[in-house]
């Protein structure tokens, strides 16, 4: 389709790769469009662990093309990991935090494999290749019916039929990558794509060799056949990881596991020769001075040359990509960029120190050091005052990294119901000044958390769809909660209300299947958000809620644009009149940040579709 070439963006002095359609593609109307389509796509997307993009534009020729970061490290394809693990847990980490940021922007990328994770030239992977990425900003298709797109090796099996995807074919994706990466092959190998469609469709998950089999529920969950099965979005299949670390870790692992990692281990292998030779040498010694007739033993001296080598210490595993500039090497190049601010190699030899403190803040953040992570902000903000504008860029690099990881860290503290934790994240931001934070009111349940939108358009009335007198310039949906199963089960029990026929949202057409909110078809727990309930539900369910709590709750209204990261839409208060004329509500808003707006049958359930708790 295209054609890449390595080039110099002379303006900044810099490699670039310039991905340029080819003449016969650009002929194709369809070609062209979904090329355009890939540009925007990554253009929209601004995280560590995407491609960056910084140019779209057509040549002399008409010919389409567009401009992106140049990374010189190759792909995945050419790199073994299946000996070492933390690397592996490091990379799906990086991979699914990139397609978390995606999805929650309504992009889903479909085509995830190995050669599409390119490496910069320090050595981060970067999620690449978004040309068959399916975005939700996009209403008309750009693929034929019936027509399949992505990489069969890594491909879900809803997406080789030609059904409509989600998000949760990217983590299938993801888990495909994860065995490859951990046993050096595809789970799934034939030489015919119909055939290999079919193994992904029909065959058994392939079963993990012992010593890693405590990876294998995480694969056989993010490789199950029905979509339904798998992580119910990116970031529950990131903290999936947790557990298997804590595994490989030593808590449940069997005495194989054990004994494989250990003997597998190259660092542990060397310490083992050194104190095997330690352990030879004192048995010597030892012989010697145990004979009768033996001379007395030379001294051993630490310093001596007949000191026995005792086993070194295990060195720290180095998590850190970078590494830092030399101290005198920095000091020349702010020298150099106070002489002339524009100096090229300068403004990247300092950028690369900021990256490299972005990076020890993350090791600092996970290891609890705050005194640390605070210090390594104010080195970055040190080095940007030397050296003027020129490394704004990086610096802002670094506090988006920071921000991020610290938004990331406090949305698992709620989910974990950790509020100490989620304090110390507060504090952080604040004293950081990254912002704003995901708290939430002292009196509700911290599982949801429900996000406020920056960019939320002023509320309607509800009569006349103006602005109202008191709505304020763009006030999002804030406050409030998910309403979860186990409430919405007490609800049941107290008034009897019969349950709602749910509709899949991805497949409208399944209209005989008995879903309901108690088998929405895929696995929920008590505090998760109750989905499959009408809007008649909710509705109901608030005024009971009020009378019980002497509290008025309402649904949202529709131009409050209700955010959460569960890409989750939400009923609201907006109807839909009938056409006749009668004042019958036909139709109702449902919105949130995937689906941004629908119109649905207030009288039926959707697995997609929740409600929350809120007062006036």
């Given amino acids: 389709m295209a054609t890449v070439w390595l080039a110099v963006q002379e303006s900044l002095d810099r490699q670039v790769a310039i991905k340029v359609m080819l003449p016969l593609a650009s002929m194709d109307e369809q070609q062209a469009r979904r090329f355009e389509h890939e540009a925007r796509t990554i253009a929209r997307l601004e995280h560590p662990h995407i491609v960056n993009i910084y140019e779209v534009g057509r040549t002399s020729e008409g010919r389409l093309y567009y401009?992106?970061?140049?990374?010189?490290?190759?792909?995945?394809?050419?790199?073994?990991?299946?000996?070492?693990?933390?690397?592996?847990?490091?990379?799906?980490?990086?991979?699914?935090?990139?397609?978390s940021y995606a999805h929650a922007r309504g992009v889903v990328h479909r085509d995830v494999k190995a050669e599409n994770v390119l490496?910069?030239?320090?050595?981060?992977?970067?999620?690449?290749?978004?040309?068959?990425?399916?975005?939700?900003?996009?209403?008309?298709?750009?693929?034929n019916a019936g027509m399949t797109l992505?990489?069969?090796?890594?491909?879900?099996?809803?997406?080789?039929?030609?059904?409509?995807?989600?998000?949760?074919?990217?983590?299938?994706?993801?888990?495909?990558?994860?065995?490859?990466?951990?046993?050096?092959?595809?789970?799934?190998?034939?030489?015919?794509?119909?055939?290999?469609?079919?193994?992904?469709?029909?065959?058994?998950?392939?079963?993990?060799?012992?010593?890693?089999?405590?990876?294998?529920?995480?694969?056989?969950?993010?490789?199950?056949?029905?979509?339904?099965?798998?992580?119910?979005?990116?970031e529950a299949m990131r903290s999936a990881l947790d557990a298997v670390e804590k595994r490989m870790n030593g808590a449940g692992a069997s005495l194989d596991e054990r004994w494989h990692r250990l003997i597998s281990n190259p660092v542990w292998r060397a310490t083992w020769l050194k104190a095997a030779f330690a352990l030879a040498l004192l048995a010597v010694l030892l012989a010697v001075l145990l004979r009768p007739d033996a001379p007395p033993a030379p001294s051993v001296t630490a310093s001596g040359s007949e000191a026995a080598t005792a086993p070194s210490p295990v060195p720290a595993v180095m998590t850190s990509v970078t590494q830092p500039v030399d101290p005198a090497e920095l000091q020349r190049w702010l020298q150099r960029l106070q002489d002339r601010p524009d100096d090229a190699d300068a403004i990247a030899g300092v950028s690369r120190q900021i990256e490299w403190l972005g990076e020890q803040a993350e090791l600092d953040l996970a290891a609890g050091d705050d005194e640390a992570l605070l210090a390594r902000q104010r080195d970055a903000q040190t080095l940007r005052g030397r050296a003027g504008n020129a490394l704004q860029p990086a610096l802002d690099r670094f506090e988006r990294r920071l921000r991020l990881l610290l938004l990331s860290r406090q949305r698992q503290s709620l989910l974990a119901d950790d509020r100490e934790e989620n304090q110390r994240v507060r504090r952080l931001l604040i004293e950081m000044?990254?912002?704003?934070?995901?708290?939430?009111?002292?009196?509700?349940?911290?599982?949801?958390?429900?996000?406020?939108?920056?960019?939320?358009?002023?509320?309607?009335?509800?009569?006349?769809?103006?602005?109202?007198?008191?709505?304020?310039?763009?006030?999002?949906?804030?406050?409030?909660?998910?309403?979860?199963?186990?409430?919405?089960?007490?609800?049941?029990?107290?008034?009897?209300?019969?349950?709602?026929?749910?509709?899949?949202?991805?497949?409208?057409?399944?209209?005989?299947?008995?879903?309901?909110?108690?088998?929405?078809?895929?696995?929920?727990?008590?505090?998760?958000?109750?989905?499959?309930?009408?809007?008649?539900?909710?509705?109901?369910?608030?005024?009971?809620?009020?009378?019980?709590?002497?509290?008025?709750?309402?649904?949202?209204?529709?131009?409050?644009?209700?955010?959460?990261?569960?890409?989750?839409?939400?009923?609201?208060?907006?109807?839909?009149?009938?056409?006749?004329?009668?004042?019958?509500?036909?139709?109702?808003?449902?919105?949130?940040?995937?689906?941004?707006r629908q119109e649905l049958d207030p009288a039926?359930?959707?697995?997609?579709?929740?409600?929350?708790?809120?007062s006036n």
């Fill in 604 to 614: 039926r359930g959707y697995d997609g579709v929740t409600f929350r708790l809120q």
């Fill in 150 to 234: 992505g990489s069969g090796g890594y491909m879900a099996p809803e997406q080789s039929r030609g059904e409509p995807v989600d998000a949760r074919a990217d983590l299938y994706s993801v888990g495909v990558l994860a065995y490859e990466l951990l046993v050096g092959e595809l789970p799934y190998q034939a030489n015919d794509p119909l055939a290999l469609a079919m193994m992904h469709g029909h065959d058994p998950i392939p079963r993990l060799p012992r010593h890693l089999r405590h990876w294998q529920p995480f694969i056989d969950r993010a490789m199950a056949k029905s979509p339904s099965r798998r992580h119910r979005n990116a």
């Fill in 119 to 143: 490496f910069d030239a320090d050595d981060r992977p970067m999620l690449a290749d978004f040309g068959i990425a399916l975005s939700s900003r996009v209403v008309t298709r750009l693929t």
């Fill in 433 to 596: 000044g990254l912002g704003s934070n995901l708290d939430l009111p002292a009196d509700s349940p911290i599982e949801y958390p429900l996000l406020a939108a920056a960019d939320a358009a002023p509320a309607a009335s509800p009569a006349s769809g103006s602005p109202s007198a008191n709505s304020g310039k763009g006030k999002p949906a804030t406050g409030g909660r998910f309403v979860t199963r186990s409430e919405y089960a007490a609800f049941v029990q107290a008034t009897g209300r019969a349950d709602s026929r749910c509709r899949a949202r991805l497949s409208p057409l399944r209209l005989f299947d008995r879903r309901s909110w108690k088998d929405p078809g895929f696995e929920q727990k008590a505090g998760d958000p109750v989905v499959c309930v009408s809007a008649e539900d909710a509705a109901a369910y608030l005024a009971w809620a009020s009378r019980r709590d002497g509290r008025q709750y309402q649904l949202p209204s529709a131009s409050q644009r209700p955010q959460n990261r569960l890409g989750l839409a939400e009923w609201t208060n907006r109807c839909i009149a009938s056409s006749d004329g009668k004042q019958v509500c036909e139709r109702r808003i449902a919105a949130g940040p995937l689906a941004q």
């Fill in 67 to 99: 401009v992106m970061a140049y990374l010189p490290r190759g792909d995945l394809s050419h790199r073994d990991l299946s000996r070492d693990q933390p690397a592996v847990l490091a990379l799906l980490r990086a991979l699914l935090g990139a397609l």
